[in-house]
Nanobody, 127 residues
């Protein structure tokens, strides 16, 4: 089965930068898209960014566009989320997700498109 291994979450000061990583050790041949989602305590899960694996086409939530960059390294079976100009409202548990089906029943920014999820990595942005 597909497993996702996330890393990189930590406490960072406002205005700082952080890079999250998500690796699927089994390879990415079955991958259609990968995405990042986040959920703050007391709030619902929201999309952050997504990338179509083959084409590299990316999607971003309005709240992070211009500050966050999603990328992938097929040779390392890894997707990254580079976060810059961090704000306290970016504090959340960040989850990596993988869509292996590519059924296109949902947009890649919809969590329902993904059947595999990482364990989450916490990001705290202090003021």
């Amino acid at each position: 089965q597909v497993q996702l291994v996330e890393s990189g979450g930590r406490l960072v000061q406002a205005g700082g930068s952080l890079r999250l990583s998500c690796t699927t050790p089994g390879g990415t041949y079955a991958t259609y898209a990968m995405g990042w989602f986040r959920q703050a305590l007391g709030k619902e899960r929201e999309p952050v960014a997504a990338i179509v694996w083959r084409s590299g086409v990316t999607y971003y939530a309005d709240a992070v566009k211009g500050r966050f960059t999603i990328s992938r390294d097929p040779a390392k079976n890894t997707v990254y989320l580079q976060m810059s100009s961090l704000k306290p409202e970016d504090s959340a548990e960040y989850y990596c997700a993988l869509d292996s089906r590519g059924e296109r029943l949902y947009r890649v920014t919809d969590s329902r498109a993904y059947e595999y999820w990482g364990q989450g990595t916490p990001v705290t942005v202090s003021s």
